[in-house]
């Protein structure tokens, strides 16, 4: 068995892992990393990427479906659904491609095959060819997390489904429950409507996308509503069992026939077999618990990406890869602000938030000032002819600090950014007031809720 | 064409702006490399300015009395053919000047990089009244200081004054939390320096202005109390040999005197390389542990208090300490010191003997782990075996980071100091 030394050996090879290998390869350091799947982790072959292929393809069969409104007449169309994810995975693979040329750029040993920390700072890879030790001065775990489920659920990815089986599905069934109305269930709950599917979005608490601002819920729930997607809130799964069609989702006195169950309930970290236990390595419900500067328990072990927590965010494990890097290479990395993560949904109207919800800023006892603007009232949405949503801003009243930006519409996930450099800065209000937004932008809905906390909205 | 840009020097850590005591050189002097061309106030001391290019000191932008940022344009050195305008141009106009003087619409790129946009505040200008000044107010006045829209906002409205805080931002970059860690912890210690509008009329109180020193006090010393977690610890030490040696050493001809504060010094220099711990700073998530000790002396000025810093008091004899202290503090009270000799201290000492203080103690001067304060050598009733005497008996009280040494740590290093102290021959070998 051979032994290879190197400076950091970096486990999974996610958005943050392939990140904390590159930065570590910038700052002169020689890194080996380890991935028992493609590079690029569940973000860029099962998660997000692939997801947002098929969300595009969602919204083009919908743009299809309203030629009419745009002069276009078509003699009827077919949309392919395994054509669908048979692109999202070309999608996929070219990104998981990416990652391999800038692991060859950057000069990265990749090692395929499942590591386990046999020491602090020793991995040892099974792959396929056998198995070789690495011996680090850090190692940068990034082996992310899976698809959870509810107790007496098991997921088959045949009937009962995750995300994971949801991207590979090659066709599409007539029908679908989804379970949980976060992030992953309302993007798989619009790409399946799109292509016809009867779904019905199932959620616990008492509105779909619970940790946005409440208005951003009812917002997607009428939406939705509108598109023919059922949405039941406040119900309880009390069992999924075959029968009917494929399943039967006992509600607790209603009963669901569906031929597909889709269970997005959340994620859990992937901690067990990587040898933690052994070293000491300490867990926070479930997660390994970090320093600010993404060190474990044990010194010289690093932790980053959703195994090191909440918000389980691509762009906060490339955050996180970052500041570890730095950290081993002895710089003195700024700390991710978790306070100022941007969060994103893709579905359609698209949802982008920062910084609290109106009612959490107003039980941590802010006065709060509300901006409101619909995107009705925004030139190129109604040019674009995607008018649905608005941005709310939210505003400390003494200071005009922005304690708050929810958006639901037309690329909201792009418009957010604005809101994140502002609050990185410490921007106020007035600050955004007088920054000069192209006309006519989307973005303009940004400056108009902005003018409006203040009372001075133009166009309203 | 060689047009040299004078500009305010940095010339020490802690230095944000200068002030121009006096201009050596004149408009129109000739000057050479090296020349010493005005005298500047700093936070720290008083500093001479060297002048590098040769040339004809053309122009003098900041007459003396003013204060500029560092960085900031002063003077310029030119051939006397040289036209020299857009280099003044690039200016900041005169301190009193408008700040719309500051950013002049087009500027040549040449002398972009050094000219600072910030006009000069005049030193006495406090924010003090709550209310909020309108967006424009708040554009001109914030010109000097660094900081963030939302710091300066809530600055206005708790009265925080922005100049006496220390930014924690990106290239010091004052935030938000710097400005509510002034307001909540440090706010009483900055207060004194805030003119508060008084609500009758009749004139109660007067504002003296802060000298530079004492500005910088008042912005250092919160920074210091507030985040470094002090723990003191005390000590008497028996002086009694070391009065006695100290009498005969300073009877020997041709030797120089020596203080207790000298075997102070060297008491802790030899402490500092036995326990390295106390011998540290905190950096970031590390520790730094130097290897060599460079102990700050306190001098009290009139003007406020100053470290000057004896470099390598482990490797120097008594009598080298005691020859070099004298002159640094001689030249801390004249304010001949070089900027150099007032950063990078590893450990201080604080001495108030001469003032018949039985105790105190002293707040650290960070990045510096810790400070030693050195109280009067007193004559008090001690019982030994030999029944009731008289001895020589002084106190000394250590304050350390808890954040880089614990108690223990803090207690046997002053445990060696006493020893050393007691047994003062060994100062000597």
New interface residues.
Partial sequence: MATHKFDVAVVGTGPGGYVAAIRCAQLGLSVATVEDDRPGGVCLNWGCIPTKALLRNAEVVSLMGHAADYGIRLSGFEASYPEAVQRSRRVADRMAKGVEFLFRKNKITLFPGRGTLKAKNVVEVKGTGGAETLEARAVILATGSEPKSLPGVTIDEKTVISSNGAVRNEHAPRSIAIVGAGAVGVEFADVFASYGVQVTLLEALPRVVPVEDEEVSKELARTFTRRGITIKTGVKVASVKPGGPGAVVDLGGEQLEVEQVLMAVGRAAKVVGLGLEGLGVQLERGFVKVSPAMETSVNGLYAIGDMAGAPLLAHKAMAEGVVAAEAIAGKSPRPVDYGNVPSCTYCRPQIASIGSTEARAREAGREVSVGRFPFTANGKAVAMGETEGFVKVLADRETGEILGVHIIGPEATEIIHEFAVGRTLEATLEEIIHTIHAHPTLSEAALEATLSALGQAIHI | MAVTKVVMPKLSDAMESGKIIKWLKKEGDRINGGDILAEVETDKADVEMEAFGAGVLRKILVPAGETAPIGALIGVIAEPGDDIAAVVASAPATPAGAASAAAPASRPPAATPSAPVAPVARPAAVVSAPAAPT?LGQGTQSGRVKA????K??AA?TGVDLRLIQGSG?GGRI??RDVEAAESGAAASAMPATARPAAVSGAEFEDVPLTQIRAAIARRMPLSKAPVPHFYVTSEVAMDRAWELREQLNALEGQPKISVNDLVIRACALALLRHPGVNASL???AIRVYHRAHIGIAVALDAGLITPVLRDCHAKPLAQIAVEARDLVERARNRKLRAQELSGATFSISNLGMFDVAEFSAIINPPEGAILAVGSVRRVPVVDDAGLGVGRRMMLTISCDHRVMDGAMGARFLQDVKRLLEEPLRLLV
């Fill in positions: 967006s963030s829209p939302l710091a906002k809530i409205q990106p935030i938000r950096q970031g998530d």
